[in-house]
């Protein structure tokens, strides 16, 4: 079992930057799928981004299209999130999530094995 701890969140205004980040431990993460979800206070939990295994393999919720960032740095079990354009609507609790199983290039809510605990991310108008 893989544990994951995020770190970054914070307070920032609309139209701010935040960068995220995920360490794992317990397990290389290399060959797994990592993602972000989210989950805003009386909404589900969202997805966010994913970046696969392979090299390259990335996909964004559309609302985050354009806007975020997701990257891992598998030499140090490490997967990142940069936030640019920030809005009052990406106000959440953000999770880091690992793959239950290697080797995928596709990852929703139901393909996670691990959570993180989560980092608070307000936005200020």
């Known amino acids: 079992q893989v544990q994951l701890v995020e770190s970054g969140g914070g307070l920032v205004q609309a139209g701010g930057s935040l960068r995220l980040s995920c360490a794992a431990s317990?397990?290389?993460?290399?060959?797994?799928?990592m993602g972000w979800f989210r989950q805003a206070p009386g909404k589900e939990r969202e997805f966010v981004a994913f970046?696969?295994?392979?090299?390259?393999?990335?996909n964004y919720a559309d609302s985050v299209k354009g806007r975020f960032s997701i990257s891992r740095d598998n030499a140090k079990n490490m997967v990142y999130l940069q936030m640019n354009t920030l809005k009052p609507e990406d106000t959440a609790v953000y999770y880091c999530?690992?793959?239950?199983?290697?080797?995928?290039?596709?990852?929703?809510?139901?393909?996670?094995?691990?959570w993180g605990q989560g980092t608070q991310v307000t936005i200020s108008s």
């Open positions: 999530a690992a793959h239950r199983f290697p080797y995928r290039n596709s990852m929703g809510a139901g393909d996670v094995g691990s």
């Open positions: 317990g397990r290389t993460l290399s060959n797994y799928a």
């Open positions: 970046i696969g295994w392979s090299v390259g393999r990335t």
